[in-house]
T-cell receptor, first 113, second 112 residues
Framework: DAGITQSPRHKVTETGTPVTLRCHQTENHRYMYWYRQDPGHGLRLIHYSYGVKDTDKGEVSDGYSVSRSKTEDFLLTLESATSSQTSVYFC????????????FGDGTRLSIL | GENVEQHPSTLSVQEGDSAVIKCTYSDSASNYFPWYKQELGKRPQLIIDIRSNVGEKKDQRIAVTLNKTAKHFSLHITETQPEDSAVYFCAARIFGNEKLTFGTGTRLTIIP
């Protein structure tokens, strides 16, 4: 299994509070991704990173920010959480070798009350 | 951008029978097509992938076919077993782009 650790695995918080999710990899892969998974929507890309300090938006980036200060860590921040951001969040990684698959972490279940 | 449609959304199959899940994509520049299996409460896991320079790939009971002209690809599972019950996702990636676009998933149930 790819060396990906997401933390925390579960979190319950209140509307309006800031939340940061962490993804840590031990594979030294260049690309890292944050997805959210909701019933009926599959996996939707929030943000991704193609190197240290290099990030770009995905299809559902509003309300989220990311940072990557080290190759191994990719942080997802909800500056002011809303109930619509209740979801399961997955981190994924892939190498820079052409046409390699993405491998996923175990996910973080986030509930915003 | 790429758009991927996946059908059916749910599929029930008798144990031992075959299951087929189909996906279509919109961008002819897509050249990489992975399939993921997700068991309840678990992470998506890659089960098979295909690149646009081949039309079919097999791995034991699982096979994927690709029709570039029609822009669709399919997952075939033969001799289904109870442990095949899961949600399956297809995805597509445009050449030169590191982002995957996922289908909305198929919940496969194997009936004993």
């Amino acid at each position: 299994d790819a060396g990906i650790t997401q933390s925390p695995r579960h979190k319950v918080t209140e509307t309006g509070t800031p939340v940061t999710l962490r993804c840590h990899q031990t594979e030294n892969h260049r690309y890292m991704y944050w997805y959210r998974q909701d019933p009926g929507h599959g996996l939707r890309l929030i943000h991704y990173s193609y190197g240290v300090k290099d990030t770009d938006k995905g299809e559902v980036s509003d309300g989220y920010s990311v940072s990557r200060s080290k190759t191994e860590d990719f942080l997802l921040t909800l500056e002011s959480a809303t109930s619509s951001q209740t979801s399961v969040y997955f981190c994924a990684i892939s190498s820079e070798v052409l046409n390699q698959p993405q491998h996923f972490g175990d996910g973080t279940r986030l509930s915003i009350l | 951008g790429e758009n991927v449609e996946q059908h059916p959304s749910t599929l029930s199959v008798q144990e031992g029978d075959s299951a087929v899940i189909k996906c279509t994509y919109s961008d002819s520049a897509s050249n990489y097509f992975p399939w993921y299996k997700q068991e309840l409460g678990k992470r998506p896991q890659l089960i098979i992938d295909i690149r646009s320079n081949v039309g079919e790939k097999k791995d034991q009971r699982i096979a994927v076919t690709l029709n570039k002209t029609a822009k669709h690809f399919s997952l075939h599972i033969t001799e289904t077993q109870p442990e095949d019950s899961a949600v399956y996702f297809c995805a597509a990636r445009i050449f030169g782009n590191e982002k995957l676009t996922f289908g909305t998933g198929t919940r496969l149930t194997i009936i004993p």
